[in-house]
T-cell receptor
Framework: KAGVTQTPRYLIKTRGQQVTLSCSPI?????VSWYQQTPGQGLQFLFE???????NKGNFPGRFSGRQFSNSRSEMNVSTLELGDSALYLC?????????????FGPGTRLTVT | AQKVTQAQTEISVVEKEDVTLDCVYE???????LFWYKQPPSGELVFLIR????DEQNEISGRYSWNFQKSTSSFNFTITASQVVDSAVYFC??????????????WGLGTSLAVNP
């Protein structure tokens, strides 16, 4: 079974631009969660989608948004990029809604904002 | 407040040594799950174990073992006879499944383990 895939793997953007990251969950998994990982803040929860609905959202500004499609694939978008948005963005999928289910992570997208 | 503390930022051991990674958590909920994940240099987080709050049995999987003690709010991870391939950052995490809008994984800051030959 293929794992979680994320594209692109690396991205360099300029301040003020916007970016869209993509995540394809493990086949059959309906829940997708996004995390931001930085050296200073560690892993921070962004949002969770289940059956195309956002179930939970972390404490991030409205510049961070996401969506999930009917095939469970998910995208996240960051508008008006800031230097502080430079991070590793990780996507994770699980069978059901995040609760006690283990999440399986993709390799991440390394975003650098200059 | 919910919190996960991994007090050891970095640990360095020589191959074949045993090493224990500490995890202390805080929550008032009686129902919760604890996790350990491994993040090798490649960056992909790898699931290691899940434990629910009602199951305090210790678990052993090969060279890995976990000690869950509710009395001390700890969920420690021991690697026996460490190997170079164990070098990675290890994360402990907590989730409260009944927390509604606050149902999300709370992560420790991780422990970077270096196993030297």
């Amino acid at each position: 079974k293929a794992g979680v895939t994320q594209t692109p793997r690396y991205l360099i953007k300029t301040r003020g631009q916007q970016v869209t990251l993509s995540c394809s969950p493990i086949s059959g998994h309906r829940s997708v969660s996004w995390y931001q990982q930085t050296p200073g803040q560690g892993l921070q929860f962004l949002f969770e989608y289940f059956s195309e609905t956002q179930r939970n959202k972390g404490n991030f500004p409205g510049r961070f948004s996401g969506r999930q499609f009917s095939n469970s694939r998910s995208e996240m978008n960051v508008s008006t990029l800031e230097l502080g948005d430079s991070a590793l963005y990780l996507c994770a999928s699980s069978l059901g809604e995040t609760g006690g289910n283990e999440q399986y992570f993709g390799p991440g997208t390394r975003l650098t904002v200059t | 407040a919910q919190k996960v503390t991994q007090a050891q930022t970095e640990i360095s051991v020589v191959e074949k040594e045993d090493v224990t990674l500490d995890c202390v958590y805080e929550t008032r909920d009686t129902t919760y799950y604890l996790f350990w994940y491994k993040q090798p240099p490649s960056g992909e987080l790898v699931f290691l174990i899940r434990r629910n709050s009602f199951d305090e049995q210790n678990e052993i999987s090969g060279r890995y073992s976990w000690n869950f003690q509710k009395s001390t709010s700890s969920f420690n991870f021991t690697i026996t006879a460490s190997q170079v391939v164990d070098s990675a950052v290890y994360f402990c995490a907590l989730i409260r499944p009944n927390a509604g809008n606050n149902r999300k994984l709370i992560w420790g800051l991780g422990t970077s383990l270096a196993v030297n030959p």
